[in-house]
Protein backbone atom coordinates (compact mmCIF):
# COMPACT_ATOMS: atom_id res chain seq x y z
CA UNK A 1 0.00 0.00 0.00
CA UNK A 2 0.88 3.45 -0.87
CA UNK A 3 2.08 5.62 2.26
CA UNK A 4 -0.41 8.73 2.89
CA UNK A 5 2.32 11.50 1.96
CA UNK A 6 3.12 10.32 -1.38
CA UNK A 7 0.70 12.22 -3.98
CA UNK A 8 -0.39 12.12 -7.49
CA UNK A 9 0.20 15.29 -9.50
CA UNK A 10 -2.15 18.25 -8.50
CA UNK A 11 -3.83 18.32 -12.36
CA UNK A 12 -5.07 14.87 -11.86
CA UNK A 13 -6.34 15.95 -8.63
CA UNK A 14 -8.63 18.80 -10.36
CA UNK A 15 -9.36 16.67 -12.99
CA UNK A 16 -10.99 13.89 -10.28
CA UNK A 17 -12.56 16.69 -8.53
CA UNK A 18 -14.56 18.04 -11.13
CA UNK A 19 -15.37 14.38 -13.10
CA UNK A 20 -19.18 13.82 -11.44
CA UNK A 21 -18.93 10.36 -11.76
CA UNK A 22 -16.06 9.44 -9.98
CA UNK A 23 -17.56 12.12 -6.83
CA UNK A 24 -20.92 10.58 -7.26
CA UNK A 25 -20.15 6.81 -7.20
CA UNK A 26 -18.00 7.29 -3.51
CA UNK A 27 -19.53 8.80 0.06
CA UNK A 28 -17.55 11.77 1.64
CA UNK A 29 -19.03 10.33 4.87
CA UNK A 30 -17.47 6.96 4.28
CA UNK A 31 -14.36 8.00 3.64
CA UNK A 32 -14.27 9.88 7.28
CA UNK A 33 -15.29 7.48 8.86
CA UNK A 34 -12.50 5.19 7.66
CA UNK A 35 -9.88 7.72 7.08
CA UNK A 36 -10.64 10.62 9.87
CA UNK A 37 -7.89 9.51 12.28
CA UNK A 38 -4.94 9.17 9.89
CA UNK A 39 -5.88 12.37 7.86
CA UNK A 40 -3.83 15.31 8.91
CA UNK A 41 -4.69 19.06 9.18
CA UNK A 42 -3.01 21.71 6.42
CA UNK A 43 0.94 22.04 7.42
CA UNK A 44 0.40 26.16 6.59
CA UNK A 45 -3.14 27.09 7.37
CA UNK A 46 -3.62 24.16 10.15
CA UNK A 47 -7.38 23.66 8.74
CA UNK A 48 -8.28 20.41 10.72
CA UNK A 49 -8.82 17.45 8.43
CA UNK A 50 -12.47 17.20 9.01
CA UNK A 51 -12.63 20.70 7.61
CA UNK A 52 -10.69 19.93 4.52
CA UNK A 53 -12.06 18.94 1.03
CA UNK A 54 -12.17 14.91 0.62
CA UNK A 55 -12.02 14.32 -3.22
CA UNK A 56 -11.75 10.67 -5.18
CA UNK A 57 -8.94 10.43 -7.21
CA UNK A 58 -8.81 8.16 -9.93
CA UNK A 59 -5.14 8.87 -11.65
CA UNK A 60 -5.10 8.82 -15.64
CA UNK A 61 -6.09 5.97 -17.99
CA UNK A 62 -2.32 5.85 -18.80
CA UNK A 63 -1.04 5.03 -15.24
CA UNK A 64 -3.24 2.16 -15.27
CA UNK A 65 -2.34 0.88 -18.80
CA UNK A 66 1.47 1.08 -17.46
CA UNK A 67 0.58 -0.64 -14.30
CA UNK A 68 0.80 2.04 -11.69
CA UNK A 69 -2.50 3.09 -11.77
CA UNK A 70 -4.36 4.13 -8.24
CA UNK A 71 -7.56 5.87 -6.72
CA UNK A 72 -8.65 6.60 -3.40
CA UNK A 73 -9.15 9.58 -1.68
CA UNK A 74 -7.56 12.56 -0.93
CA UNK A 75 -7.57 15.64 1.42
CA UNK A 76 -6.82 19.00 0.22
CA UNK A 77 -6.59 22.47 1.67
CA UNK A 78 -8.40 24.46 -0.73
CA UNK A 79 -7.08 27.59 1.02
CA UNK A 80 -3.57 26.59 0.77
CA UNK A 81 -3.95 24.59 -2.61
CA UNK A 82 -2.30 21.60 -1.06
CA UNK A 83 -2.76 18.12 -1.69
CA UNK A 84 -2.66 16.97 2.29
CA UNK A 85 -3.22 13.03 2.08
CA UNK A 86 -3.58 10.52 0.10
CA UNK A 87 -5.40 7.00 1.01
CA UNK A 88 -5.28 4.33 -1.91
CA UNK A 89 -8.04 1.88 -2.02
CA UNK A 90 -7.40 0.32 -5.53
CA UNK A 91 -4.18 0.20 -7.35
CA UNK A 92 -2.96 -2.16 -9.93
CA UNK A 93 1.14 -1.39 -9.28
CA UNK A 94 3.18 -4.40 -9.44
Not at 31 to 43: H, I, V
Not at 69 to 94: E, H, P, S, Y
Request: charged share 20%.
Amino acid sequence: MMENREYPLWENSLVSRNHSSYQGQHSVEEAKEKYLTQAGPCPLCKTPADKLSWVYLVTPEWTWQTLCGKAGWMTVCDRCKLQIDFFVDITNQI
